[in-house]
């Protein structure tokens, strides 16, 4: 393994770590909030102390988010600087105001947490629609940076190098209003489904447990609602993506031949040698008809570039189908859910649902950790889109899969800590409504 | 503009000294005081302890944004130092926050505390060491010369051990004179903190004797220029005229004036060693110094850059207040009526 592929993994490996935290940083304050509210509205106890549970979620989640992030703001120097040396004063906007509202979301969840016998109730639930609030914005302003990867404006790039910055038109570039959309939606739907899913999986061992019922009900519909407007979202994406990356899209979609009336592959194994897929379902015009909103559109294939400059095509066509396929899952399910909820309501404890449930408890993560593969996958082999390639923005320094190595033990480790405390506090939450009676 | 965003710089930092070095002191108290700390280091930085992080990487933000050159020069050269920066953030961030949320932690507990001890000596350490190579004129950026020559020998040496070393007694000193400063009034137990402090005060001004002496000994341009600069002289003669003092206020438990102090000395130290620095950003071994006018980002974006960090302060200040002034000034003297109190429960109940 050379360096470069080492510093990639290491950096996927870091994202895709840091993002499960990211998506629990945005929603879950929200569900926190949520049930409080209802138990301040109806005052049904089981509310509050749902909210307490998920409080303590938002905790441990939120800290070890926070070292996660930490990670990945040393990383970009550690293993970019040819990236950071250019790009961070061009997108330093976004990832400054996210640094505020980090910091807001940090204090705010210290008063959310431990002010809730210190303050007034309205003020308490005022500062976790602070963490709400300040988790969104911190996650739909680092997608700006990233959108701006993908779609670099605000500068002109000559010999010279960059100049004639603009930091706010960088901050606004085309991408990022798509990518903040689709990212926030899939955070709602993943940690709604995944939140449920736990919840399910008590219910399974401690039938019409009343926390746990309270807490699938309440997390399912937000994970749902959310899951059910996402595919609109995705819909956007794949315009843009085809307007801004034509060779992403290609590559997603193992899209070779520039042609017109150009089919969808639904599944399938592409073979980039014999320019091939196989065991896949094609749909005709519909890849015209969903990129360019006509089925006679011509699409750009991959052979309109050299070989060499191809993103890697297996990797992105298939986490694009596993995101495009649990995205499907996800809304089949919901109108499973709300039709239940509306006609056979007594349905929702029976334990075939609660098994579906429980076991879609990973679904939304995987979606969104493939959905994050296509967008950074897609993008090679450019670092900035056009701009500049991942190899000249990589670190001198030698013996990168060293700290590979060490990363991945770590993300390991932290793993298997989080499983165990978090499943303590499950137990721990369960002992206590006992007690409660 | 660039002046502007490096006293910014200069400031956080020397918050994450003042709040994350008592962290890391409190850590490294735990070492040698053991499981006896352990409820009042749990206690005094619980709600807070998230936003402590927060001003470290605050600076790295402005210092890439504001002077990328300089970021990018650092995180390249000095990758090894900072990797192991990294892992102590990450192990100490980890096990503390293990430590505090887990119910019923069982064996592990005892690993929780190993590691977030041994990592609140490491990652002070390898920070000061960091900020040694930054400023001791040894980087070298010739690739050729080889792994050892370019990415370790720089970092390697007396001058960064000692400051290292100065920087974890710094922690410490701020940890026990923080403590000593909630707990000293305190009949029992609170005179043992205050002696505490005492002895801490006195390695950290003979291991900062030290390191003038290492910086003169390896021949780090440091030493010189910090004689030269007026100004820097001043903050060390300030900061020396602070010693009796601080000596004073332990010896007739004058908490406040000791929490005022400790904090103008640790100002006066940081703003010594920038004032040497200035306008000095890394100092290159055959190269000619990062300054600030080289590094600096287009002014644009040190314009905007101000303008966020106005806007900022103006949200977060208030906040930070609020939060501070809920917890601190309400929860000790709780803890002094208990002062058997074991570790909180974050669960209430």
Redesign the interface.
């Given at each position: 393994m050379d360096d470069l592929l080492a510093a990639r993994l290491q950096m996927a490996s870091s994202l895709g770590f840091h993002i499960v935290f990211a998506c629990i940083g945005m929603a879950m304050p929200w569900l926190m909030v949520l049930a409080q509210w209802r138990w301040m509205r109806t005052g049904d106890a089981v509310y509050l102390r749902l909210s307490?549970a998920w409080a303590?979620g938002v905790?441990?989640f939120?800290?070890?988010g926070?070292?996660?992030?930490?990670?990945l703001?040393?990383e970009?120097?550690?293993l970019w600087?040819?990236f950071?040396?250019?790009a961070?004063?061009?997108i330093?906007?976004p990832?400054?105001?996210e640094?505020?509202a980090?910091?807001?979301e940090?204090?705010?969840?210290?008063?959310f947490?431990?002010?809730?016998?210190?303050?007034a109730p309205g003020l308490h639930l005022a500062s976790g629609v602070v963490v709400g609030l300040a988790g969104v914005a911190a996650g739909v302003l680092v997608v700006s940076a990233n959108g701006w990867m993908n779609s670099p404006t605000g500068f002109t790039y000559g010999p010279e190098g960059f100049s004639d910055?603009?930091?706010?038109a960088a901050m606004l570039n085309d991408a990022w209003a798509v990518e903040a959309v689709h990212m926030t939606l899939a955070a709602f739907a993943s940690v709604g489904f995944a939140v449920a899913g736990v919840h399910a999986f008590r219910l399974l061992a401690r039938p019409k447990h009343q926390l746990h019922r309270a807490g699938l009900r309440l997390a399912l519909t937000v994970g749902v609602l959310a899951a059910l407007v996402q595919p609109l979202s995705g819909d956007r994406s794949a315009k843009s993506v085809a307007q801004r990356q034509p060779m992403k899209l290609a590559a997603m979609e193992s899209h070779f031949e520039t042609g017109t009336e150009v089919g969808l592959w639904i599944g399938g194994i592409p073979n980039p040698e014999t320019r091939t897929v196989k065991y896949g379902v094609r749909i005709p015009y519909l890849l015209s008809l969903l990129a360019f909103s006509d089925p006679a559109a011509e699409v750009k294939g991959l052979e309109e570039i050299p070989r060499g400059d191809w993103p890697p095509v297996v990797v992105c066509h298939l986490a694009f189908q596993v995101m495009v396929g649990i995205g499907t899952l996800m809304v089949g399910i919901g109108a499973l859910f709300l039709w239940l909820r509306w006609r056979r309501p007594v349905l929702l404890d029976h334990p075939k649902f609660l098994w579906l449930i429980a076991l879609s408890t990973p679904v939304g993560f995987i979606a969104v950790e493939a959905g994050w593969i296509v967008t950074e996958v897609g993008r090679q082999p450019w670092i900035i889109y056009g701009i500049m390639r991942t190899e000249e923005a990589l670190?001198?320094?030698?013996?990168i899969q060293v700290?590979l190595a060490?990363t991945l033990i770590?993300y390991g480790l932290?793993s298997a800590?989080?499983f165990?405390?978090f499943s303590?506090?499950i137990?721990?939450v369960e002992r206590?409504e006992a007690e409660h009676g | 503009m660039a002046d502007l965003i490096l006293a910014a710089i200069g400031v956080s930092l020397y918050l994450y000294m003042l709040f994350g070095g008592a962290d890391f002191g409190a850590g490294i108290l735990e070492l040698f005081l053991g499981e006896r700390a352990e409820p009042y280091v749990d206690r005094a930085l619980?709600?807070?302890w998230?936003?402590n992080?927060?001003w470290?990487?605050?600076a790295?933000?402005?210092c890439?944004?504001?002077f990328?050159?300089a970021?990018?020069?650092?995180?390249?050269y000095l990758?090894l130092p900072?990797?192991l920066?990294?892992?102590g953030?990450?192990a100490r961030?980890?096990a503390f926050?293990?430590r505090h949320?887990?119910?019923?932690?069982g064996g592990?507990r005892v690993w929780y505390n190993r590691v977030f001890r041994a990592s609140s000596l490491l990652t002070p350490f390898f920070l000061g060491v960091t900020v040694a190579a930054i400023s001791g004129g040894r980087l070298n950026t010739r690739?050729g010369d080889g792994?050892y020559a370019v990415?370790v020998a720089p970092w390697l040496g007396v001058f960064p051990v000692t400051l290292g070393v100065f920087v974890c007694s710094l922690c410490v000193f701020v940890a026990t004179a923080f403590l000593a400063a909630e707990r000293g009034k305190e009949a029992k137990g609170g005179l043992h903190y205050l002696r505490f402090a005492r002895r801490t005060h006195l390695l950290s001004v003979v291991s900062g004797a030290i390191v003038l002496v290492a910086a003169w000994v390896d021949e780090a341009p440091i030493a010189a220029e910090f004689l030269a600069s007026p100004i820097a002289l001043t903050c060390a003669v300030l900061a020396t005229i602070l010693i009796p003092l601080i000596a004073w206020s332990f010896h007739e438990a004058r908490v406040s004036w000791l929490r005022v102090a400790v904090s103008a000395q640790l100002a006066l130290i940081l703003a010594g060693y920038g004032v040497t620095q200035y306008p000095v950003l890394v100092r290159l071994a055959d190269t000619p110094d990062i300054t600030v006018n080289l590094a600096a980002?287009?002014q644009?974006?040190l314009c905007?850059?101000a303008g966020?960090?106005g806007?900022?302060l103006v949200?977060?200040l208030p906040?930070?207040f609020?939060?501070l002034r809920?917890?601190k000034l309400?929860q000790i003297p709780e803890v002094s009526r208990h002062p058997e109190n074991p570790a909180p429960n974050?669960?209430?109940d």
């Open positions: 307490k303590q905790g441990v939120f800290a070890v926070a070292v996660s992030g930490t990670i703001s040393f970009l120097g550690l600087p040819g950071m040396e250019h961070g004063p061009i330093g906007m990832f400054s105001l640094g505020t980090f910091f807001i940090a204090i705010a969840l210290g008063l947490l431990y002010g809730r016998e210190r303050l910055i603009d930091p706010i670190t001198p320094m030698p013996g700290s060490v770590v932290l800590l989080i165990g405390v303590r506090q137990a721990h206590e | 619980s709600p807070v998230e936003t992080h927060v470290l990487i605050l790295m933000v402005l890439f944004v504001g990328p050159l970021f990018t020069t650092i995180t390249t990758h900072l990797l920066v990294l892992l953030i990450v961030g980890a926050t293990f949320y887990d119910p019923a932690p592990t690739l792994f990415f980002a287009p644009v974006t905007l850059l966020v960090l806007f900022g949200l977060i906040a930070l609020l939060l809920v917890y309400r974050p669960y209430g």
